[in-house]
């Protein structure tokens, strides 16, 4: 069974830093795009960054120039460095990753999603 597993939420005080980690596992053939994703009580779903296969990154305009993706391919890991945190960064994130994985008959497309983890940015 293919699982995205985030970890490294919690709370911190404004202008600290966190990592957060998401772990894939599972019968997996490629990782393609993956991406970050936030929700605030009462708001939304948000993108929070996106990183291709090769490595090019975007990320949303409220948090660029503090929030950095990369992944990590050989370990199947996606990551988020969080620096410079705010209040209004308090959400609970979640990593999305459009895989493909081992069917029954042969490989499927898959949008797979974690179970998020929260993040309290809060003095």
């Known amino acids: 069974q293919v699982q995205l597993v985030e970890s490294g939420g919690g709370l911190v005080q404004p202008g600290g830093s966190l990592r957060l980690s998401c772990a894939a596992s599972?019968?997996?053939?490629?990782?393609?795009?993956m991406g970050w994703y936030r929700q605030a009580p009462g708001k939304q779903r948000e993108l929070v960054a996106v990183i291709t296969s090769g490595g090019s990154t975007n990320c949303a305009d409220s948090v660029k120039g503090r929030f950095t993706i990369s992944r990590d391919n050989a370990k199947n890991t996606m990551y988020l460095q969080m620096n410079s945190l705010k209040p209004e960064d308090t959400a609970v994130y979640y990593c999305?990753?459009?895989?493909?994985?081992?069917?029954?008959?042969?490989?499927?497309?898959?949008?797979?999603w974690g179970q998020g983890t929260l993040v309290t940015v809060s003095s």
């Open positions: 599972g019968s997996i053939f490629s990782m393609n795009a």
């Open positions: 999305n990753a459009d895989l493909v994985v081992a069917g029954d008959d042969g490989p499927i497309y898959l949008d797979a």
